[in-house]
């Protein structure tokens, strides 16, 4: 059974562009989570997918942003970037709320 | 209310020792706890979760020991190895909300 997909693996942007992230849940999944994770903040949660839908959100500023498919898989953009941005990004899908997640190897971003 | 606390930052063991780590909470809401496990260059790993049904939980050399009173729960890694080394999160949620990670803990275990 495949686990959960995120691409890219690495990613490098210059200040100012915006970018996309991917993350392919397990199959059967229906709940997508994004978490930033930096080494002086630990996982902050950034928003949750069920069935298409935001569930919730955290504390993060609008350049922010996500969406799910019909096919579960999901993707994040974030706009407008910063240096502050750099960090890894980790998505994690469970059957949906109340259960377990399962985590992907996340994406590393390096805004320059 | 939404917080959970993780203590200690980092914890240094010898091999064969007792690494314990401790989480509190305050949300009675919450009805799941699970504890991840990260390597670095990869994403947490759940390694071991209770429900505030039972005291204790335990799987090889890993046991959760849960105090609902209190409002804390423990993850008590005994014989500890080298390849334990990793940084370890606890984590509460409730069915209707998000899931909430602790700081996390880095743990090295001395050969």
């Known amino acids: 059974k495949a686990g959960v997909t995120q691409t890219p693996r690495y990613l490098i942007k210059t200040r100012g562009q915006q970018v996309t992230l991917s993350c392919s849940p397990i199959?059967?999944?229906?709940?997508v989570s994004w978490y930033q994770q930096t080494p002086g903040q630990g996982l902050q949660f950034l928003f949750e997918?069920?069935?298409?839908?935001?569930?919730n959100k955290g504390n993060f500023p609008g350049r922010f942003s996500g969406r799910q498919f019909s096919n579960s898989r999901s993707e994040m953009n974030v706009s407008t970037l910063e240096l502050g941005d750099s960090a890894l990004y980790l998505c994690?899908?469970?059957?949906?709320?109340?259960?377990?997640?399962?985590f992907g190897s996340g994406t590393r971003l390096t805004v320059v | 209310q939404q917080q959970v606390k993780q203590s200690p930052q980092s914890l240094i063991v010898q091999k064969g020792g007792i690494s314990i780590i401790n989480c509190a909470y305050e949300?009675?809401?919450?009805?799941?706890f699970p504890w991840y496990q990260q390597f670095p260059g990869k994403g947490p790993a759940l390694l071991i979760a209770?429900?505030?049904?039972?005291s204790e939980k335990k799987e090889g050399r890993f046991t959760i020991s849960f105090n609902k009173s209190a409002k804390q729960f423990s993850l008590h890694i005994m014989d500890s190895q080298p390849g334990d080394s990793a940084t370890y999160f606890c984590?509460?949620?409730?069915?209707?909300?998000?899931?909430?990670f602790g700081k996390g803990t880095r743990l090295h275990i001395l050969p």
């Open positions: 209770i429900r505030p049904d039972v």
């Open positions: 997918y069920f069935s298409e839908t935001q569930r």
């Open positions: 949300n009675t809401a919450f009805d799941y």
């Open positions: 994690a899908s469970s059957l949906g709320p109340g259960n377990g997640y399962t």
């Open positions: 984590a509460a949620m409730n069915r209707d909300d998000k899931i909430i």
């Open positions: 199959s059967g999944h229906r709940s």
